[in-house]
């Protein structure tokens, strides 16, 4: 498994064009946090592993590589299993913090 | 005019295709290649992406492996199947690092592999990369039909043209013509005045031969002072009417390196009506235009002769 090395993704706020990335990015979120959270809630599990796997790759050249990591752990997940009923907790805890990762970068405290 | 038309701009910014699913990436591209001199065009699924390919071929193709409906493999199967994209290069953009992927891409005819996420300057590096390989190949792609003093089309590309155009005419029973351009005593014009002054003389006719001809002709120069023009859906008296036209413009040219000395040339043409259906082969066609091209000299010189395929004379109608 290639795990993204964080330093070749690190984005600088200063720079006007990583600045309008980050911002795209954060803008966009929201929107994926729900459309996973709709289709674990829908046992849409085509539909989560393509959402995942879409954060896994877009997510470290946006400056946000441990989106990325736990994304991709839950692409993972996914794509391992035969039956996902069957190992609905362990994917629902996956779920779940993936979610609160992206939550904490949409409403930082 | 033929010369321009070998020549289309290659200075121009080249346009890069991203066929990707994923609007991350099409944001994540267009800002981080912002910096590189193309243009960056978008499609996000693989049937659009073809679509886009074959309304103007980019110079390099970005493809995503991970995509609904039709998958990258498939995508780029179908762009390596159709003779007017099999030429752009394609880079394989994937989430999985699998080397069978890899392998696969290859086989199917990609010319690199990024996986995602991006090393932004690993991608950029293989774009421009590709990029320079692509104009690189074109570049000798065209070289190597193209003649390098006269810059009309060289002798290969003759031969591999006119048996196109010939297959092409008796299929669809048009008219056609071709015609052998000599200079009359090369020799002397080179002994007399150096070679540099019989290259110009190359190189000027070539010219009033691109300029004269229409913009169908293919012009070729076949030899050392011998030039051929491919005239496709011409009957002969009407190619005979265009020769008669270079043969006397040629005559009227002021030669800078030998003002008191012109230059003339002689022609033979050979045709074939609309219509008309006789058998023959393109090596017959250059026979008989050689034929023609001989008896012009023999009758001596600075002049067109005509005939059809089937040997009947043509002549110049009076009214033009």
């Known amino acids: 498994m290639h795990t993204p090395d964080p330093d070749a993704f690190s984005l600088d706020i200063n720079d006007p064009a990583d600045a309008e990335l980050i911002e795209y990015f954060l803008g966009e979120l929201p929107e994926r946090v729900d459309a996973i959270e709709a289709a674990f809630s829908n046992d849409d599990y085509e539909a989560l592993g393509r959402v995942a796997h879409q954060l896994k790759g877009a997510a470290p050249g946006f400056g946000f590589p441990a989106i990325g990591n736990e994304a991709g752990k839950l692409e993972q997940q996914i794509s391992s299993i035969c039956d996902p009923t069957e190992e609905i907790e362990a994917i629902r805890s996956q779920v779940d913090s993936l979610v609160s990762l992206c939550n904490s970068f949409i409403n930082p405290s | ?320």
């Open chain 2, 1 to 320: 005019m033929t010369e321009l038309q070998l020549n289309p701009d290659t200075s121009g910014t080249p346009t890069v295709l991203l066929i990707d699913d994923s609007q991350f990436v099409h944001r994540l591209l267009d800002a981080r290649l912002r910096s590189e001199s193309i243009v960056l065009r978008g499609a996000e699924d693989g049937k659009r992406g073809i679509q886009m390919a074959l309304e103007d071929p980019p110079a390099l193709i970005l493809l995503d492996l991970d995509m609904p409906v039709m998958d990258g493999f498939e995508t780029l199967r179908a762009l390596k199947d159709d003779p007017r994209t099999r030429d752009v290069p394609v880079i394989v953009l994937s989430g999985m690092n699998s080397s069978q992927d890899k392998v696969a891409a290859f086989d199917l005819g990609a010319i690199d592999f990024v996986t995602k996420p991006f090393e932004l300057t690993e991608l950029r590096a293989r774009v421009r990369s590709s990029l320079k390989l692509y104009a690189l190949l074109q570049m000798l792609a065209q070289k190597a039909q193209i003649d390098g003093l006269s810059g009309l089309f060289n002798r290969q590309y003759f031969d591999d043209r006119f048996k196109t155009e010939f297959e092409r005419t008796i299929r669809h029973g048009q008219s056609l013509s071709i015609a052998m351009i000599d200079i009359d005593h090369f020799k002397s014009i080179n002994d007399t005045y150096g070679h540099p002054a019989g290259d110009s003389v190359i190189t000027d006719l070539a010219k009033l031969i691109g300029h004269e001809s229409r913009s169908i002709d293919i012009s070729c120069r076949y030899g050392g002072e011998e030039f051929a023009l491919i005239m496709p859906e011409t009957e002969p008296d009407q190619a005979l009417q265009l020769c008669e036209r270079i043969r006397m413009k040629c005559e009227q040219i002021n030669w800078s390196r030998h003002p008191s000395r012109s230059v003339t040339i002689s022609i033979g043409i050979v045709g074939m009506n609309d219509g008309q259906r006789i058998n023959s082969t393109p090596e017959a066609w250059i026979e008989a235009a050689d034929r023609n091209l001989y008896d012009a000299k023999q009758t001596g010189r600075n002049q067109v002769r005509a005939t059809g395929i089937d040997g009947s004379p043509i002549q110049l109608s009076k009214a033009s």
